[in-house]
């Protein structure tokens, strides 16, 4: 099972005064195929690290055109959105722990802002007790929650949802594998979309880990289709797919190379409001994070033609 992020302490957000749409419309709906190619800078985080600006250019130079960031390496809000610029990127989502939005909204809304995403996304939930990674992070956070505790999570996205929305944003909530496991015959998923408010959550269906958890990521988009705004297009490897059962040895691989059927899934994102979507692989790797990037973009690029 796949170490998971123990999210980000800087982040920000939108560019004073842009305006952004209360519903996007997916491209796919228009006829126009998917949005412009995405990556989640998780992916290279250890190569953003070593060198910044050329690993931006990399991914530029790969076809990537829109970022969601994971942090700021130490960046102010001008000297990010100056780098993406300069690599031909535009940074249009950012990830911050619910736990670090709980206590931080203000500043990390009001830093992204100034970055000019439109969406900023919590990543993970604010669990009930420690996290035991030794578990693996999905089951790690799952064992970590009760339901009364998702509960908790969805009237405090609620909240946050209404700050970002006066600042002229939108706010979203990332799922891994737990959101799609029963907690007293009721699925968390259910439960955030059913206490929040659709002006002040979206969703961003992470498909790997929908799939990790045993479901047909294609069947969740529809399920949500009027939430979903973002995905993270994440193929998977696992040797069991059982729904309501975190796959003991799920990892994520090269799209396409997994366990995802990408022709229903972007078939089904056209009932979607899809304003973007991210390549996303996490550890471990069997081959360098920009190599299998090259190798995802052009099998995206292939389906879509």
């Known amino acids: 099972m796949i170490t998971r992020r123990a999210l980000i302490a800087h982040s920000g957000i939108l560019a004073a005064g842009a305006m952004l749409p209360t519903s996007a419309v997916s491209a796919a709906t228009r006829g126009g195929g998917m949005p412009p190619l995405g990556v989640q800078l998780w992916t290279v985080k250890d190569d953003l690290a070593k060198d910044f600006d050329g690993t931006l250019r ?39 722990s619910m736990g670090d939005l709980i206590d931080h909204a203000d500043e990390r809304l009001a830093f992204a802002r100034d970055v000019g995403v439109k969406y900023v996304v919590a990543s993970s939930p604010a669990t009930a ?76 269906l992470d498909l790997g880990w929908a799939a990790g958890a045993g479901y047909d990521p294609a069947e969740a988009i529809r399920r949500y289709a009027p939430r979903v705004h973002l995905l993270h297009v994440k193929d998977i490897v696992a040797g069991e797919r059982i729904p309501g059962k975190i796959a003991a040895d799920a990892r994520s691989t090269v799209v396409g190379e997994g366990s995802i059927d990408w022709k229903s899934v972007f078939a089904a994102a056209r009932s979607a409001p899809i304003y973007s979507y991210f390549v996303e692989q996490e550890e471990p790797f069997t081959e360098p994070p920009l190599q299998a990037l090259a190798k995802s973009a052009a099998y995206l690029r292939r389906l879509q033609a």
Not at 59 to 80: C, H, M, N, S, V
Not at 83 to 94: I, P
């Open 58 to 96: 990399q991914l530029g130079k790969l076809g990537y055109r829109r970022i969601e960031a994971a942090g700021w390496y130490d960046r102010t809000p001008k000297q990010f959105r100056d780098a993406m610029r300069a690599a031909g990127l535009e940074c249009v989502s950012a990830h911050h």
């Open 129 to 204: 007790k420690p996290i035991d990674d030794s578990k693996g992070w999905n089951q790690g956070v799952a064992d970590a929650m009760t339901l009364d505790h998702w509960r908790y999570n969805a009237d405090q996205m609620d909240k946050i949802g209404k700050k970002a929305r006066a600042l002229g944003l939108r706010f979203g909530y990332h799922n891994h594998a737990a959101e799609f496991l029963r907690y007293d015959n009721k699925l968390p998923m259910d439960e955030i979309i059913r206490l929040t408010d659709p002006a002040h959550l979206v969703l961003e």
